[in-house]
Nanobody, 116 residues
Framework: QVQLVESGGGLVQPGGSLRLSCAASGFSFVNYAMSWYRQAPGKERELVAVITSAGGSISYTDSVKGRFTISRDNAKNFVYLQMTSLKPEDTAVYYC?????????WGQGTQVTVSS
């Protein structure tokens, strides 16, 4: 079955950096786009970044452009989110996602807290 396991979250001061990782298994990773979402307390889950199957196309939500970088390693079945210049408003649970057709698959999430 599809499994997505996120790691790398934690507590970081404003201006700091974190690198999130998502290990994927149970499907043909190389053939599917991968995304990172986040959900802050009391807010809806929002799309943060998307990378296509071969990594040829990448997009970001406006609030993270220039600070976050999504990448993937198709040999290892990993997708990453490098986050720099973190702000308190980046505090959220971050989720790895893939989908095909009407089916969405999620990891358990990893907490990122940006606070001094």
């Amino acid at each position: 079955q599809v499994q997505l396991v996120e790691s790398g979250g934690g507590l970081v001061q404003p201006g700091g950096s974190l690198r999130l990782s998502c290990a994927a298994s149970g499907f043909s990773f190389v053939n599917y786009a991968m995304s990172w979402y986040r959900q802050a307390p009391g807010k809806e889950r929002e799309l943060v970044a998307v990378i296509t199957s071969a990594g040829g196309s990448i997009s970001y939500t406006d609030s993270v452009k220039g600070r976050f970088t999504i990448s993937r390693d198709n040999a290892k079945n990993f997708v990453y989110l490098q986050m720099t210049s973190l702000k308190p408003e980046d505090t959220a649970v971050y989720y790895c996602n893939t989908h095909w057709g009407s089916k969405n698959f999620w990891g358990q999430g990893t907490q990122v807290t940006v606070s001094s």
